[in-house]
């Protein structure tokens, strides 16, 4: 089956700087990637995604790109601000039915004001 | 506002007792998921379901089973609670069109 690994596990970053996540997926008819943020006492929330067929998407200061060839995909956060600080998880997805997601261990962002 | 809702923020259980987790959904969503989620290990697939009445294991069900009766409502049982189903318990459904998902604010379960 899918197997997702996200790196790096803890990230700590300067007010205004930017911030990336890498993960590397296993099973290449994956399809769909998400990102999802999940601050304290609060369940994970979608903040981004992109499908296969897209190679980089942009929302403001968040950013995904997909390297299909390699099998991973990262989030790239500029001017980040404390309100990023949360936890992140990556996630992966084949088109089978119900649109199964595959979950990395999660990062847990740190922004230092 | 659409949403997921769980029974349950926090709750505390003996070891050996028969627990029930309940999650509705006000979208008309397909599908329902259950997770745990431990620190390091990320999020863990236990069951989901593809419609009412239907049910598939996921990555770790021991221990485990689900009932969806209606389609609002999934809900995750523990047969005989362990210590080591202590744990934050996730749930989430998404429509069958689409992979994207609604997560509830999670139950915090301790069993002692």
């Known amino acids: 089956g899918e197997n997702v690994e996200q790196h790096p596990s803890t990230l700590s970053v300067q007010e205004g700087d930017s911030a990336v996540i890498k993960c590397t997926y296993s099973d290449s008819a994956s399809n769909y990637f998400p990102w999802y943020k999940q601050e304290l006492g609060k369940g994970p929330q979608l903040i981004i995604d992109i499908r296969s067929n897209v190679g980089e998407k942009k929302d403001q200061r968040i950013a995904v790109t997909l390297n299909k060839t390699a099998k991973h995909f990262s989030l790239h956060i500029t001017e980040t601000q404390p309100e990023d600080s949360a936890v992140y998880f990556c996630?992966?997805?084949?088109?089978?039915?119900?649109?199964?997601?595959?979950f990395g261990a999660g990062t847990i962002l740190r922004v230092k004001s | 506002d659409v949403k997921v809702t769980q029974s349950s923020r926090y709750l505390v259980k003996r070891t050996g007792e028969k627990v029930f987790l309940e999650c509705v959904q006000d979208m008309d969503h397909e599908n329902m998921f259950w997770y745990r989620q431990d620190p390091g290990l990320g999020l863990r697939l236990i069951y989901f379901s593809y419609d009412v009445k239907m049910k598939e294991k996921g990555d770790i069900p021991e221990g485990y089973s689900v009932s969806r009766e209606k389609k609002e409502r999934f809900s995750l049982i523990l047969e005989s609670a362990s210590t080591n189903q202590t744990s934050m318990y996730l749930c989430?459904?998404?429509?069958?069109?689409?992979?994207?998902?609604?997560f509830g604010s999670g139950t915090r379960l301790t069993v002692v």
């Open positions: 989430a459904s998404s429509s069958r069109g689409t992979h994207g998902y609604t």
């Open positions: 996630a992966a997805s084949i088109r089978e039915y119900g649109n199964k997601l595959v």
